[in-house]
């Protein structure tokens, strides 16, 4: 059982693309966490995906096969080996896109936030080797100290889908309060379009660069 | 919980006064369990998306709960169904078995049929016919000048075809290497657990007659 005050906290601004948490190899060779790119062509922000947790997990809502179970600490676990018939279900359901089907060994696995070390109260692996803790697990304390700039949140909507989620992402304190993620309109929402210029003073070398945004 | 923004992220949210004691226990890492919220009830856990109570869901929701504890958790009722229930099926079974036993005492000896003639049989040479009804082939060997032998032909393992070898004194069963003696039926070898049922043969004149069989255990 997982300890209750120990949380896993995601910090996507904190993450450098490392590839230190890919190697966590902890479920048969196999890496379950995601490092995503986010607009690769523009940009070199990473972020790193586990399975969030949700409170009402779509992955077993859509699971014809009842394999995907949630245990009492509210983790919900990998596939069952004895039932699941390899759909893919999960895979289209899942909103945070963390489900994979391994079409060779005919199974879904996804993370289950190293159920064998949380379970005893220890770090997911993963969380143990982020080198800028953009993984980070502890209490929620830990994290409000250590993070005064962000607040966590939990609860996301993907267009009519609100979901909260065990996992919790840090987002900037905006002094709004506001505890919901909206993904949908985050993902039409494009960033400005900035102009970064250096010009370099050939005259001075040691010159301060300027850099206008 | 509702899905208001404006409210906070409960239950997690919910920080116990300890936590904010001078030797910050809750930023080393030895929090006591208890002091947070305790997890809910396992009964309680699985909430349905469209956010309606349990007993208001569908039963195929009730049955197949997505929560470990709640899909582990038998109620008594429940339990005392299935033994009921259990119970019942072994005493119907036993009430059947002796049924079945009273029916074969009274269902007679099977008819007598003639199945061949003894001219067209020469020693070592084998006739499959059926007997009694017409889907329980049998086989018939004559082994010497005034010696016949009949059996059924299905294998006491799985009830494959056996096949009479009258050289070697044998009836083998291809399927699963089978060995039975052909003087007598048994088995000697091989997967068979019981013994060929012998067919009882009578002849009379040039005509061969099966009057009866004769199932074995031993």
């Known amino acids: 059982m997982k300890p209750e005050h120990l949380q896993f906290f995601i910090d996507p601004n904190r993450c450098i693309g490392c590839q230190a948490c890919t190697e966590c190899d902890t479920h048969r060779g196999v890496s379950m966490i995601h490092l995503e790119y986010i607009e690769r062509s523009r940009s070199v922000q990473t972020v790193p995906v586990v399975c969030m947790h949700c409170e009402q997990p779509t992955c077993a809502e859509v699971c014809p096969a009842d394999a995907i179970k949630r245990t009492a600490d509210g983790v919900v676990q990998s596939a069952r080996k004895p039932r699941c018939i390899a759909c893919g279900n ?100 494009q960033p400005k379009a900035r102009n970064v210029s250096l010009p370099v003073v050939w005259a001075d070398p040691f010159a301060e660069v300027e850099v206008a945004l | 919980m509702t899905d208001d923004p404006a409210q906070s992220n409960a239950p997690s949210a919910q920080v116990d006064e300890r936590l904010n004691t001078p030797a910050r226990e ?43 504890p709640q899909d582990h958790y038998v109620a008594r009722r429940d339990f005392a169904k299935f033994l009921c229930l259990t119970s019942l099926a072994f005493a119907a079974g036993q009430v059947w078995i002796g049924f079945q036993n009273i029916w074969r005492r009274h269902r007679g000896a099977p008819p007598v049929a003639k199945i061949g003639t003894l001219s067209a ?98």
């Open chain 1, 90 to 189: 999960c895979v289209m359901a899942c909103p945070f896109g963390v489900p994979e089907v391994y079409e060779d060994r005919q199974i879904m696995m996804k993370c289950d936030m190293c159920y064998d070390r949380t379970s005893t109260g220890k770090k997911p692996m993963c969380a143990t080797v982020c080198p800028s803790q953009a993984l980070f697990f502890g209490t929620r304390e830990q994290i409000e100290q250590l993070r005064p700039m962000s607040v966590p949140t939990n609860r996301f909507q993907f267009g009519n889908q609100s979901i909260t989620t065990q996992v919790n992402m840090m987002v900037p304190k905006d002094g709004a309060g506001r505890m919901l993620v909206n993904v949908t309109d985050a993902m039409n929402d």
């Open chain 2, 26 to 68: 809750g930023l080393t890492g030895t929090t006591p369990a208890d002091a947070y919220v305790p997890p809910r009830d396992p009964e309680q856990i699985t909430r349905a998306p469209d956010g309606r109570p349990m007993d208001r869901q569908p039963q195929w929701r009730r049955d197949f709960p997505i929560d470990w």
């Open chain 2, 121 to 218: 049989l020469p020693v070592g040479g084998t006739l499959v016919f059926r007997y009694p009804g017409p889907h329980d082939d049998c086989i018939l060997v004559r082994t010497a000048q005034d010696k016949l032998v009949a059996y059924s032909q299905k294998c006491t393992h799985l009830s494959c075809a056996v096949i009479p070898d009258p050289a070697k004194g044998v009836i083998r069963c291809p399927c699963h290497e089978g060995l039975f003696d052909l003087n007598t039926g048994r088995n000697i070898a091989g997967p068979p657990p019981r013994p060929l049922p012998r067919i009882d043969i009578s002849i009379r004149g040039d005509e061969v007659f099966a009057t009866g069989v004769e199932r074995r255990t031993i």
